[in-house]
T-cell receptor, first 112, second 113 residues
């Protein structure tokens, strides 16, 4: 069975640019969550989507946005990139809210 | 705010040694508890989880964890580690109301052959 997939695997951007990260959940999973993992720290929650609606949001600025599509895949958008946005961005899917989350390999973003 | 503390940041053990990694959380409501592992070059994988019932849960690869509600703890144990257990281990708590995982800062385990 295919797990959670994310694209791209690596990305290099410059300050002020915009980035879009993509995630495909495990087949049958309707919930997608996004996390940011800075080197040396645990993942930090950004968003959760369930049935195409935002169900939770972490302490991130409005530069961060996301959406979920009818096929339950999801995009994370970050505007006006800052150096501090350099991190591994993880997507996790679950069959429903409050269920076990399974993680993808992540997208490593470097902002120069 | 909910938080998770992992007491050991870096642990070095010899093969066959016993392992215990500490995890404490601060949240008074209903929680679901997880341990995830990240092997070098790989993505986060679920090691074990506790939702309810028997507070001693068993996971993959011989790992187990004990939920002690009175101590707000969920420590990870393994009787005899192997070199292949070298990885970073994360404790996480799911606030069933907020539906978001809160992670600890992780423990890097290095097992020497």
């Amino acid at each position: 069975d295919a797990g959670v997939t994310q694209s791209p695997t690596h990305l290099i951007k410059t300050r002020g640019q915009h980035v879009t990260l993509r995630c495909s959940p495990i087949s049958g999973h309707k919930s997608v969550s996004w996390y940011q993992q800075v080197l040396g720290q645990g993942p930090q929650f950004i968003f959760q989507y369930y049935e195409k609606e935002e169900r939770g949001r972490g302490n991130f600025p409005d530069r961060f946005s996301a959406r979920q599509f009818p096929n339950y895949s999801s995009e994370l958008n970050v505007n006006a990139l800052l150096l501090g946005d350099s991190a591994l961005y993880l997507c996790a899917s679950s069959s429903g809210q409050g269920e076990t989350q399974y993680f993808g390999p992540g997208t490593r973003l470097l902002v120069l | 705010a909910q938080s998770v503390s992992q007491h050991n940041h870096h642990v070095i053990l010899s093969e066959a040694a016993s392992l215990e990694l500490g995890c404490n959380y601060s949240y008074g409501g209903t929680v679901n508890l997880f341990w995830y592992v990240q092997y070098p070059g790989q993505h986060l994988q679920l090691l074990l989880k506790y939702f309810s019932g028997d507070p001693l849960v068993k996971g993959i690869k011989g790992f187990e964890a004990e939920f002690i509600k009175s101590k707000f703890s969920f420590n990870l144990r393994k009787p005899s580690v192997q070199w292949s257990d070298t990885a970073e281990y994360f404790c996480a708590v799911l606030n069933t109301g907020r539906r978001a995982l809160t992670f600890g800062s992780g423990t890097r385990l290095q097992v020497q052959p």
